[in-house]
């Protein structure tokens, strides 16, 4: 019994001071497990992933499709790849307000007191959470499908097209990292990230064209990532341009990581 | 024998509050150091400087003479954290909860398994490993934190409060798991807010108040600061109060104090007196209500030691005869 606590202590050390390779990868991928397990155990909170498509869609498709498409199925072929997106957006604020509440509890100063790499916990943290992009858009799909929603290109370009909003999804996770980190409250970091989502959702041309909008706005859209990423999900779901869109959606999530990535790991670094 | 951890002139500010000022601690391999203090003293902060969760303003924290500001991940390798809230994870089980920890540590898939059974069955956990730690009592998640911090053999180990909010029972089979760290060799740096927990498992206590040490010691040491246990007295009859004061003072050579009316209390530097007593208030037939053989508690310490009370005068530490 009392060997077992801690003897052979000098063994036992050395194999935990071994520094095995791509310990990040693998720290990042333990915790992302964690992420995924509470996930599963609280499918509540899913539910947010689940209704969102269902509700986005009806709404907008039977209020809208009338008068813009002449009718809902018409509608719906525009709509849905670019509701893709802005679902992986609002599933992603998620990642920032679980990662706010982490931090306050003692299981992440045990961590901290770990020798783990520092942007582990992180990189666990927006891993984890791409089981709801996943969720969003199989539902999103699963019921556009059944509102005449078809894709008419191929399933690998679909599949590329859900992959390149979970990766959007990806990088917007690490802007509500950072609120994570910096903000004290769970419930803060999920309004404000609702009020950075909320221009780059819906300053869009997800529902209506962009002829008829006013100059500012389209100045906006010109630089505005998620457009981008909706022109290249309408592409390669339902046709049409897709090599300019995709390109400049790839370096948005390249350049977004790139610069909120740190922000985030040296916020959490300096909560120590 | 060589120093396990040691802070030299520790200071942390927090904004204008200061919660260490200047605090030199030092524990030898393989012993236990107590810290004891009221809330607010600045034994967890002093705890996060060594666990590298806080970097000090000032002086030297060092573990197995590293650095921790210069060089966190070497000493992160060498110690486990047992915080006063419990660290684990409660949507996981508690074997899950020691596997993430495992994993974190990079150690083998093998050990993994053999430590998490081995670290179940040595808590009493056992039967609880596959339940998610949401249906933990207070008593097992404090085990399973505790055994969380060892899954690494770390050689030393903080434990921050290990037993605040435990009953008796619980505290006692934690101070057994205490206990058997230091028989592996293992350091041990124990917060508390009991004098009779710093008593049960310290080799020496470090006494802080408002982020300094007031006093540091061995046990016996500090006791004898302190003054050590008492005997108090209840008679049933206030008309045998003077008898009762007579016999007390007969035993043990000091003059009786009457901290409240109708009680007599007397210093008491063995136990042996107080049997005597016992059976020469029976020999004179005098009936007590009351009749104890009191332990200083934190209390006793900080008004011998700074002349103030303590704002958490809530813990007594009697025990009755």
């Known amino acids: ?272 | 024998m060589s120093t396990a951890f040691e802070t030299e002139g520790l200071v942390k500010r927090f904004g204008d509050f200061t919660a260490l000022a200047g605090v030199d601690l030092a524990a030898e391999e393989g012993t236990v150091l107590g810290v004891l203090g009221p809330n607010g003293a600045g034994k967890t902060t002093m705890v996060r400087v060594l666990a590298t969760l806080l970097r000090p303003d000032g002086g030297a924290a060092r573990v197995d003479g590293i650095d921790v500001t210069r060089r966190p991940d070497e000493v992160r390798r060498r110690i486990g954290l047992t915080g006063q809230f419990a660290s684990v994870d409660d949507d996981l089980t508690g074997m899950e909860n020691l596997q993430l920890i495992g994993r974190l540590l990079d150690l083998r898939g093998s050990e993994i398994r053999s430590r998490t059974k081995q670290l179940l069955a040595d808590f009493d956990l056992a039967d609880a490993a596959k339940r998610t730690v949401k249906t933990y009592s207070g008593g097992m998640r404090r085990r399973l934190d505790l055994a969380a911090s060892l899954m690494g053999r770390p050689r030393t180990v903080f434990l921050d409060e290990p037993t605040t909010g435990l009953d008796p029972v619980k505290r006692e089979e934690l101070w057994g798991v205490v206990r058997r760290l230091v028989a592996d060799g293992t350091t041990v740096l124990l917060t508390t807010q009991y004098l009779e927990e710093a008593d049960a498992l310290a080799d020496e206590i470090s006494v802080f108040d408002h982020g300094r040490v007031i006093a540091h010691g061995t046990p016996a040491e500090l006791k004898r600061i302190v003054g050590g246990q008492s005997i108090v007295v209840r008679p049933s009859e206030a008309g045998s109060i003077d008898a009762v004061a007579g016999l007390l003072r007969k035993f043990t050579g000091h003059e009786p104090e009457s901290p409240q009316r109708g009680v007599l209390a007397v210093p008491a530097e063995n136990e042996l007196v107080f049997t005597a007593i016992v059976a020469e208030l029976a020999l004179a037939g005098i009936g007590v209500t009351e009749l104890a053989l009191r332990l200083p508690d934190l209390d006793d310490v900080f008004f011998k030691l700074t002349g103030h009370v303590t704002s958490s005068n809530d813990q007594k530490t009697e025990v009755p005869a």
């Open chain 1, 1 to 272: 019994m009392t060997a077992v606590l801690t003897a052979p202590a000098a063994p036992g050390l050395d194999a935990a001071a071994v520094k095995r390779p791509f310990a990040l990868a693998r720290h990042s991928l333990a915790l992302a497990w964690r992420n995924l397990v509470k996930t599963m155990r609280n499918p509540e909170q899913l539910l947010d992933v689940t209704l969102q498509p269902i509700i986005f869609t009806a709404m907008f498709g039977f209020l809208l499709g009338g008068a813009l498409a002449g009718d809902t199925a018409a509608y719906l072929q525009t709509l849905v790849p670019a509701l893709m997106v802005m679902l992986t957006l609002f599933a992603s604020i998620q990642s920032g307000t679980n990662f706010s509440t982490d931090l306050k509890s003692g299981l992440f100063d045990r961590f901290r007191s770990m020798p783990i790499g520092r942007s582990a916990p992180l990189i666990g943290a927006v891993l984890g959470d791409a089981i709801r992009y996943v969720v969003t858009i199989v539902v999103l799909l699963g019921f556009s499908y059944l509102l005449g929603f078809r894709i008419e290109t191929d399933p690998a370009r679909a599949l590329a097209a859900c992959l390149l909003a979970i990766g959007l999804g990806f990088a917007l996770s690490w802007v509500f990292l950072l609120l994570g980190a910096v903000m004290k409250e769970p419930g803060s970091v999920q309004g404000i990230a609702f009020i950075v989502t909320f221009p780059l959702t819906f300053g869009t041309n997800m529902l209506t064209p962009t002829a008829s909008m006013p100059g500012w706005l389209q100045a906006w859209m010109d630089v505005n990532p998620s457009v981008y990423a909706m022109d290249a999900a309408r592409g390669l779901m339902v046709g049409g341009p897709v090599a300019t869109p995709v390109a400049v959606t790839l370096a948005w999530i390249a350049g977004i990581i790139a610069v909120f990535a740190p922000l985030a790991v040296a916020a959490y670094r300096r909560r120590t």
